[in-house]
């Protein structure tokens, strides 16, 4: 534990603390998390429990590895929960909770340590179960460790470091390399002894520092003096010195150990004896032996695994590839006679053993197992290892482009959708690829593609007989049609599609027309009802079908639509829309659209800060957003207009600069954001520009929003535009189509703009009480009402709209808190209460405070970046918040507060 006292105290406090709390532990190979670990369990009181699970390369495609790993050999896990969480039968959701359940039996209330090792290996399901770990309340301590150069976007450890670090206080703990005298320190403890400088040097120098090169060094050459090591011809690689332990092995454990090299983490035994052809009293002498040596360890009952993983490397990298190979067929061989229903170890082993055929027979089916039970990076996996052998495989190239749609991952969808129809024999083929192809081209906002596609997919009609295939292809059009906000195509398709459905009984080509229809309907105002009922009917049958991504879509829809109901009801259809997308592996809903529908519900209480949190916390869960596609554009706009609503400038600034690198982004969002911002920073040259921009684009659009006509018509008033301007602006931002209350209120908005308050005020007050539009908009409408009420002398009138409006307001903030407060006083009332401002250390939050503290250690901008895993430019941002929250100037004086308030 030299240069690790540090680290290692911090973890204990956090176990002793007897709260809830969540640590990661970052390093390079060999740095010393393992062995930290360990040191934190040995510290810790014998009454806590401990669960510690570890990933392996390749546990990607074994769903709940981890979890199986932590529990191995355990006795009290309950047999049903151990089934259920294997069952492919049961939704993802299920197997979760069963997850959960197994955990809850294992730890009840006592305090724990429940470690990931390895978290860069992690399979989804594995990353998911830490995740809502995290969110459980209880005396325990969750800790991951992984190895930050070997995390990409494409593993899930990736979204759950920035989804824990957005939702919780996460401790980061980063290992780094040993300085040159903390080596020294280490060489005197591990000799007993003091070392000379020399040595110490030599020795930092030839290992880097890194502590586990270090322990090896000293272990291959027992009886050395430092000084002697130093003369010894050293090994020139990690690799190298690790092999040297098992130099001197007879034939017979060579072989063995070889075989265990390339089985992987954990080895039973009875496949290890299958493989080797050992007898039992054989494999226990040489297994014996290896643990003796340090080389592998009993890590559960009839299991053994290596010490560390760069053993395993080690060895497995100097064995020849033939050699390799016949292990890897021997493997298989057991794991085929032994009827084993892992797709994903057969495949592993179908691939290293040569034999393609098995593995291409492995990835078809474990890519549709996968894809079934919504593990769609399980999916993709599996469906890619076979592509390297059968790379115009149609099954294949259907799993892959599927899975990588529900996984976020959109332009590998795109490369296998394009490559699945270019290779179809079949029409089925064609016609299913045409229809992912069309989704995917309306996500990446690849508006010509999506109109060539879809005629593609019309002229495939006509070729096709009246049956299975042209119907599907109709609902394919229908979707597309429904997508560019063509009602009467889409009308027209689905009616057709339906038809054939009820002539050859097509239940799922039912369904998916209705999904088309419904949805379209409901953009309408006039028969959004319509639309919703025929959605609100679809979900039960879809699934009960096992059609989880039609039923999700449809849920989606609901909530993105306009309020009805209460809001209890909407967030029972919003839990259950992420439910059936969890179901599906359906990430974008799963994620983005669901914490949009949480920021929806927010908006429809009026509670503009629990709608901005809901809006970042999404956004950090799926950063997806930072990738071309609707959900990006969508996601940042939205966030960006609650900013804007709250008067958070600068962040909309940001947010504005993160958009402009999205491929695809519609022009009219960015104009009217920065149309928006002008307005509000009173920038007039800018407003001009922006707004020329946006009518001119907005004339090609087909599509109008009232509440984006009303914010913009707002912000323009706010400036001062003049008013040839703002009806200009209401020409080209509303149609006939859009909902009357919102073209009410922006004529309101506008007649009270001229003086015609006798015009105005029965327009406000014909929508203060329409639910369409949500509090806040209600609560400016009963305002410009209370204006015009004073306008003609009617002060108690116009009083008791300014209450009604507070109301409405309570929770919300910017511009419209500001009209607020204007017409109190020009009532002559009291402003509103406000809770008095919180200042000082207590007004910094968790991520704050922790901020605080290492600035208080003299961390830079850069060192905090990387101690906190963030960007530059977000430690920027908390350090500009804690000096304003704390009423300093300087990080001396944050360090001064920090040390003050203990």
């Excluded at 022009?667 to 509000?680: E, V």
Aim: glycine share 8%; hydrophobic share 45%; proline share 5%.
């Amino acid at each position: 534990m030299i240069g690790r006292e540090r680290e290692l105290r911090r973890l204990v406090q956090l176990a002793s603390a007897r709260v809830p709390a969540v640590a990661v532990v970052a390093g390079e190979p060999g740095i010393g998390k393992t062995r930290l670990v360990q040191e934190l369990l040995d510290a810790l009181p014998p009454e806590t429990v401990v669960l510690v699970g570890q990933a392996e390369p390749g546990s990607l495609s074994r769903p709940y590895e981890v979890l199986l790993d932590a529990i191995d050999g355990r006795s009290e896990v309950d047999d049903e929960h151990l089934a259920a969480l294997g069952d492919p039968k049961r939704s993802p959701v299920e197997r979760l909770h069963t997850g959960l359940a197994i955990l809850a039996d294992l730890v009840g209330d006592s305090p724990a340590v429940i470690v990931f090792e390895d978290l860069h290996w992690a399979d989804s399901e594995s990353a998911a179960l830490f995740e809502r770990i995290a969110d459980q309340r209880g005396p325990r301590l969750l800790l991951g460790t992984y190895r930050p150069d070997e995390v990409t976007r494409r593993q899930p450890v990736a979204g759950l470091l920035a989804r824990l670090e957005r939702r919780h206080t996460v401790t980061h703990v980063r290992l780094d390399r040993l300085s040159p005298s903390q080596t020294a320190a280490l060489l005197a403890a591990a000799t007993g002894g003091p070392v000379p400088m020399r040595a110490a040097t030599a020795l930092h120098h030839r290992t880097g520092g890194n502590p586990f090169f270090l322990e090896e060094l000293l272990r291959s050459m027992p009886g050395y003096q430092v000084d002697d090591i130093v003369d010894q011809p050293l090994p020139w690689s990690l690799a190298d010195l690790l092999r040297r332990q098992t130099d001197d092995l007879d034939p017979v454990s060579h072989r063995i150990v070889e075989a265990a090299a390339v089985l992987g983490h954990r080895i039973p035994f009875d496949l290890l004896a299958g493989v080797t052809g050992a007898t039992e009293d054989e494999l226990i002498r040489v297994l014996r032996d290896l643990v003796t040596r340090g080389v592998l360890v009993e890590s559960g009952e009839d299991e053994f695994a290596f010490r560390h993983a760069l053993f395993r490397e080690a060895i497995a990298d100097q064995m020849l590839g033939r050699q390799r190979r016949r292990l890897h067929e021997a493997a298989l061989d057991v794991l085929l006679r032994s009827g084993s229903s892992d797709p994903a170890m057969i495949a592993h082993h179908a691939r290293g053993a040569g034999r393609y055929d098995d593995m291409v027979a492995a990835a078809r089916r474990g890519a549709a197992l996968y894809l079934s039970i919504g593990s769609a990076y399980q999916a993709l996996q599996l469906a890619e290892m076979g592509l390297e052998e059968m790379p115009e495989d149609p099954e294949l190239l259907s799993a892959a482009g599927r899975a990588a749609w529900l996984a976020g991952l959109l332009d590998d969808a795109v490369r296998y959708g394009r490559r699945w129809r270019d290779v179809a024999t079949s029409t089925t083929d064609r016609a299913e690829s045409l229809y992912l192809l069309v989704r995917l081209a309306w996500e990446s906002r690849e508006w010509d593609e999506m109109g060539d596609l879809t005629r593609e997919i019309e002229r495939l009609i006509e070729e096709l007989p009246p049956g299975s295939d042209q119907a599907r292809a109709m609902t394919a059009v229908a979707q597309s049609s429904m997508l560019r906000d063509d009602l009467p195509a889409t009308l027209y398709w689905t009616d057709r599609a339906m038809a054939l459905a009820e002539e050859f009984e097509l239940p799922q080509v039912r369904l998916a027309a209705l999904v088309e229809k419904g949805s379209a309907l409901a953009e309408v105002p006039a028969r959004a009802a319509e639309g919703r009922a025929i959605l609100s009917g679809l979900v039960d049958e879809a699934e009960k079908a096992g059609e989880w991504v039609l039923a999700a879509r449809a849920l989606s829809n609901l909530v993105q639509g306009e309020p009805t109901g209460s809001p209890t009801e909407f967030a029972e259809v919003l839990e259950r829309m992420r439910t059936d997308a969890e179901r599906a592996g359906f990430e974008s809903l799963a994620v983005a659209g669901y914490f949009q529908g949480r920021a929806r519900l927010a908006m429809r209480a009026g509670d503009l800060k629990a709608g901005i949190e809901a809006l970042e916390e999404g956004r950090e869960q799926d950063r997806g957003f930072l990738r071309r596609g609707r959900w990006a554009d969508y996601h940042g706009v939205f966030l960006a207009g609650l900013y804007l609503e709250a008067g958070e400038l600068g962040n909309v600034e940001r947010v504005i600069a993160e958009l402009a690198t999205v491929p695809g982004l519609p022009r009219t969002s960015m104009l009217g954001l920065m149309f928006h911002l002008a307005c509000r920073r009173r920038d007039p040259a800018a407003a001009e520009s922006s707004l020329d921009a946006l009518l001119t684009v907005m004339a090609t659009q087909s599509w109008r929003s009232g509440a984006q006509a009303h914010d913009l018509v707002s912000a323009a008033l706010e400036l001062g535009l003049p008013l040839e301007r703002l009806d200009e602006m209401a020409a080209e931002l509303l149609d006939s189509a859009g909902w009357d209350a919102y073209r009410t209120l922006v004529s309101a908005q506008i007649a009270e703009a001229r003086g015609r308050h006798a015009e105005a005020l029965p327009g406000y007050l014909s929508i203060v009480d329409v639910e369409v539009l949500p509090p806040p908009t209600r609560g400016t409408a009963r305002l410009g009402a209370a204006r015009c009420l004073l306008a003609a002398d009617r002060r108690e009138e116009a009083a008791a709209q300014v209450d009604a409006a507070a109301g409405l307001l309570a929770r919300w903030g910017g511009w419209r808190v500001a009209q607020l407060e204007q017409a109190r006083a020009m009532l002559g009332l009291a402003p509103a209460d406000a809770a008095p401002a919180v200042t000082g250390p207590s007004a910094l939050t968790p991520r704050e405070r922790e901020v605080a503290l290492l600035i208080s250690d003299g961390l830079t901008n850069t060192e905090l970046a990387r101690r906190l895993y963030i960007s530059p430019k977000t430690a920027a941002v908390h350090v500009s918040n804690i000096l304003r929250k704390l009423g300093v100037s300087s990080r001396t004086e944050v360090a001064d507060v920090v040390a003050r308030s203990g």
